[in-house]
């Protein structure tokens, strides 16, 4: 079954650069609250920590880092990332963050998974896309399935976050079953 995308995007995605990396960035990670299953929400990061982070990825072509950006306003509103790249196999891992909580809600989310996969699938020439999320994330689990990422599997207590313990959903799409028109 393919997936077929009419979309009308409102926002786009772009390079991440270093100029990226200040404090907007740095309290989207840091803000446990909106976003509890990011590693950060178990330790404070610094902008040296977010910049080590930056330089260590953005040179690897095994990953790919992207800001999310409202179209209207140019805003940088939140990133996305394919990582992990094995071209022998031709899959990869996704990632992303709608970190600007004014943007939430807003459908941005499925846009930027659906960018993300064109991007993986007809630059990258991947045929697996795949990740995992807290299935207590209940916003970014409708996101996933709206952007056409099927469930495959739970992994059990796989995230630890705010002080227990939360499975979750195994996700993929497939070359074959996303299609772009």
């Known amino acids: 079954m393919s ?34 299953f990011l590693l950060s929400s178990r330790r404070k990061v610094s902008l040296e920590d977010l910049k080590k982070y930056y330089e260590m990825h ?4 095994n990953n790919y880092l992207f800001a999310i950006c409202d179209k209207a306003t140019n805003s940088h509103i939140g990133n996305a990332r394919l990582y992990d790249i094995d071209t022998f196999d031709s ?3 996704f ?17 930027s998974l659906i ?6 699938f007809q630059d990258l020439n991947l045929n697996r896309i795949y990740g995992k ?12 399935e709206k952007a056409g990422l099927i469930q495959e599997g739970i992994c059990h207590e796989s ?11 195994y996700l993929r799409i497939l070359k074959s079953e996303f299609s772009i028109s």
């Not at 709608?98 to 807003?106: A, F, K, L």
């Not at 999320?133 to 996933?144: F, M, Y």
């Not at 995230?159 to 959903?169: C, E, I, L, R, T």
């Open 95 to 111: 990632g992303w963050l709608i970190g600007d909580v004014s943007y939430r809600g807003r459908g941005l989310g499925t846009e």
């Open 3 to 36: 997936i077929n995308k009419h979309i009308k995007s409102n926002i786009y995605l772009r390079a991440l650069e270093i100029e990226d990396i200040n404090n907007n960035y740095l309290e989207w990670i840091n803000d446990s609250k909106s976003s509890p």
């Open 133 to 144: 999320v807290a299935l207590s994330n209940l916003a970014a689990l409708r996101s996933c």
């Open 91 to 93: 899959n990869g891992v």
């Open 159 to 169: 995230f630890f976050s705010n002080g227990k313990f939360h499975d979750a959903a």
């Open 115 to 120: 960018q993300l996969f064109k991007f993986g």
């Open 58 to 61: 953005v040179n690897n072509t």
